[in-house]
């Protein structure tokens, strides 16, 4: 679906400049996607503690990506929209909502690669816990990329300077009481999702229902 959803979007894109960057925050959006997808299939097999770990700190960096699509669907990319034709706007929102989801759809589906992953290796209750602190810091993650306008790579070309923010908002909270408020809101929505993904993957969907039979024989440990 995802898959789908981004060739939709790159289509009705076209050749408009005014929308490049969202090809570019899509293609970041499936970063993580790879990410998960090769620890998934490399957990499978044989893979020391180190090498996933590693794994997992890049698709945790990288996470924020994702849903990070969600946020285009601010008003700021429909200013150049003023004057324009009805049917030109409903396109462009059509447009923006499929990137959108195109993200969301990345972000749970890598989220719950990383998942199993994580309970095969540090059981059930670990795992959840491993879901949880992930989506929170996704949320802080997307909040300092829309805001602040920091990218993944700047913990490798500026650490300085978000090692430097953080301890202000630890110390202070209360002089930070908006970021923290829209990063717990964004973060109880992701996880309200992926919540409500899991549940149709695990035991709605034919398919979940088939995995969950199948990992039964296998017992998890808490």
């Not at 969301?104 to 290796?121: D, G, I």
């Not at 059981?123 to 829309?146: E, K």
């Not at 039979?213 to 998890?220: D, G, Y």
Request: glycine share 6%.
């Amino acid at each position: 679906m995802s898959a789908i959803l981004s060739l939709l979007v790159l289509a009705m894109i076209g050749g408009r400049p005014q929308l490049s960057s969202l090809v570019w925050n899509l293609f970041l959006a499936w970063i993580p996607f790879g990410l998960a997808f090769v620890a998934y299939q490399r957990a499978r097999f044989s893979i020391s503690m180190p090498a996933l770990a590693v794994l997992a700190l890049l698709w945790l960096l990288f996470l924020p990506n994702a849903p990070y699509m969600i946020t285009d669907l601010r008003y700021a990319h429909l200013e150049y929209l003023g004057g324009r034709h009805t049917d030109q706007v409903l396109y462009d929102v059509v447009l923006l909502s499929a990137a959108a989801l195109a993200g969301l759809l990345l972000a749970l589906t890598s989220l719950f690669l990383m998942h199993a992953v994580a309970r095969r290796r540090i059981g059930v209750a670990n795992a959840w816990a491993f879901v949880v602190g992930a989506i929170a810091l996704s949320a802080l993650g997307t909040y300092f990329g829309r805001v602040k306008r920091w990218n993944s790579w700047d913990f490798f070309t500026r650490p300085e300077s978000l090692v430097g923010h953080a301890p202000k908002g630890l110390l202070h909270p209360l002089y930070h009481s908006r970021p923290i408020a829209l990063t717990a809101l964004f973060a109880s929505c992701l996880l309200v999702s992926y919540f409500v993904f899991y549940l149709f993957v695990r035991i709605g969907s034919p398919m979940g229902e088939e995995r969950r039979r199948l990992s039964s024989s296998r017992p998890e440990r808490n």
